[in-house]
């Protein structure tokens, strides 16, 4: 099936042009099987377009939704180790011996779509548009996100710092908390797999069977060196939450030094993690300490929860922790060492019952003497005064220590607290009233329904840090107003406490630009300014407009509004007949 000017590479027009100018894909260009042909048309609905992605459970197509007039993502269950296809038929036929097996997958694969669907109001989670069953296969469509992978901005642009890097991953986090607790882990979280939108928030692709990430299982397995836990790489080691929590932390360190952590299999015999000293020195001290946990090889001694890797990054320690060691091979290089948390965490992968403390035997007990020997006297005085001495030097010590706590220490303290401060986490709605020991508190206002040009800079609220943290597109709000701020109104915090507000983008749906009069280029660049695609290109003569402008909007006024990324179909001139 044919669709006049649609570039099946990236679903935008190209006109009558064989290479898409935009994305350079080819009309014509073949799949290679199992995969579908670009131009397939599932349901009537969705074309297919050329392969995304692939791996062992199954592929990611381009597509496009036909009723909905939008790009989209069309994620299709197609085991390559179970079932293949036949050349001209889009029927996926399963390998013998293999059907139960298929079956077993293939309902996974419904029913992670079904989960990931009731979490697609999660900041990082792309939504789900359809889930559906054809070709003896199954499919889930997603919104397309207009992005590039995490992998590609680290590589080409530059490291982030923590400032940076703190408000994009903390919503990421919490997203995958939620994630966590309706049973789904990712197992395969990676710079690849996260997407940085145009308006720069993170979003998390490619939820699926965990077998596809895992070895010696019936699919094939995909593994990201460097992001991929050991346990991941073979049958030994259980496999969980901690098993995202090494991803993550792996992809963080990433992000803050611009380095690939080694494979997991390597680390297991050389676990320390090389980081140039110059980058450890711009990272706070509890960012390093909470990555270090997270990234420890041994499931026993890693960090259990994705919560606890939130709170240890999102919380600066109250106390300075001594610089990482610095390898005498290389004096440019300091290392996150592997800490010993056996004697602190329990084995955390194999519930263990608690040894119990043996009760000191009777004879073992201290008894009080109620008489002295006198002959003993004698022999004791000496001693005593040496005790006494002690005492009173102890106590001298114990003076000064104090006054240097006071005095040196406590402002050193405050010092790096105040330099670790941070914004607090976008995406809460609520935060515990926070305790103080200053009495000039003040209660937070109600900032939701309020315009943000009117809080900004508004002397009304000079006792706090109010920012924009986050601007979400929102069909209940106006386009500028606060729906969210991160503390509860009504909570007492001490003046300056930064407050983050998230502002109302609007609804989704964008007005049509006036593009009459403009050539195809201009208005194609106008359009997708606008949210909007440019669609079919009818041609008739006119003698106002020379050959090449728009004459007029073909079933749509200038100025309506529209669901965003639909097509504007027009009409170009001829010029003079």
Not at 73 to 102: F, H, M, Q, W
Not at 189 to 200: D, L, S, V
Not at 340 to 368: K, M
Not at 416 to 438: F, W
Request: with cysteine; net charge negative.
């Amino acid at each position: 099936m044919e669709f006049k000017g649609l570039c099946l590479g990236c679903m935008t027009n190209k006109g009558d042009a064989l290479e898409c100018p935009r994305c350079g894909y080819v009309e014509g260009t073949p799949q290679v099987l199992p995969y579908l042909e670009p131009g397939t048309l599932l349901l009537d609905k969705y074309i297919v377009g050329k392969r995304l992605r692939a791996n062992g459970e199954g592929v990611t197509y381009i597509g496009f939704d036909i009723t909905g007039k939008r790009r989209v993502t069309v994620r299709e269950y197609l085991p390559k180790s179970l079932c293949s296809r036949v050349k001209g038929d889009d029927n996926v036929v399963i390998a013998s011996g293999n059907k139960l097996v298929y079956e077993d997958y293939r309902q996974d694969f419904m029913e992670i779509g079904r989960t990931v669907a009731k979490l697609s109001g999660l900041p990082a989670i792309i939504p789900v548009v359809d889930l559906f069953e054809a070709n003896n296969t199954a499919y889930i469509v997603n919104e397309y996100i207009d992005g590039k992978p995490l992998e590609e901005i680290i590589r080409r642009a530059r490291r982030f710092t923590w400032e940076e890097a703190r408000p994009l991953f903390l919503p990421l986090i919490s997203t995958i908390i939620s994630a966590h607790e309706m049973g789904l882990v990712h197992f395969g979280i990676c710079p690849e797999n996260i997407i940085m939108t145009r308006n720069g928030t993170l979003k998390l692709q490619d939820f699926g069977s965990p077998d596809a990430h895992l070895a010696e299982t019936e699919l094939e397995a995909k593994f990201y060196d460097g992001f991929s836990a050991i346990e991941q790489y073979s049958l030994e080691g259980k496999k969980g939450k901690w098993t995202d929590v090494y991803g993550m932390s792996a992809v963080i360190f990433y992000a803050l030094t611009g380095k690939r952590p080694p494979d997991a299999v390597s680390r297991s015999y050389e676990p320390r993690l090389n980081m140039p000293a110059e980058v450890a020195q711009t990272i706070p001290t509890h960012v390093v300490t909470a990555l270090a946990g997270g990234l420890q090889v041994k499931i026993d001694t890693r960090t259990h929860t994705m919560d606890e890797l939130k709170e240890q990054l999102n919380n600066p320690v109250p106390r300075r922790v001594e610089t990482p060691s610095v390898s005498k091979a290389s004096y440019s290089d300091s290392y996150v060492d592997e800490p010993n948390y056996e004697e602190e965490i329990p084995t955390r992968s194999v519930p263990t019952q608690p040894t119990p403390q043996r009760r000191p035997s009777p004879v073992q007990q201290p008894v009080a003497r109620t008489t002295a020997a006198p002959a003993q006297e004698d022999d004791i005085s000496p001693y005593k005064y040496g005790i006494m001495s002690g005492l009173i030097g102890f106590v001298v010590l114990g003076l000064i220590a104090l006054i240097c706590i006071h005095f040196i220490v406590l402002p050193m303290i405050e010092k790096r607290n105040a330099e670790n401060a941070h914004e607090p986490e976008l995406y809460i709605s609520s935060q515990e009233e926070v305790s103080s020991n200053d009495e000039d508190l003040v209660e937070v206002p109600n900032l939701t329904n309020l315009n943000w040009e009117d809080v900004d800079g508004n002397e009304e609220y000079a006792d706090f840090y109010i920012r924009l943290t986050a601007e979400n597109y929102d069909e209940k709000h106006k386009e500028g107003t606060i729906i969210a701020q991160t503390v509860k109104p009504g909570t007492k915090v001490a003046r300056n406490t930064p407050i983050g507000v998230i502002v109302s983008k609007g609804s989704k749906m964008r007005v049509v630009p006036d593009i009459i009069g403009m050539t195809v280029s201009e208005a194609s660049a106008a359009l997708e300014e606008a949210g909007l695609l440019l669609g079919d290109q009818a041609e008739e003569y006119n003698d106002e407009y020379e050959m090449g402008k728009i004459i007029r909007l073909n079933g749509i006024e200038v100025g309506k509004k529209i669901q965003e990324g639909s097509m504007i179909n027009v009409v170009v001139s001829l010029g003079e007949e």
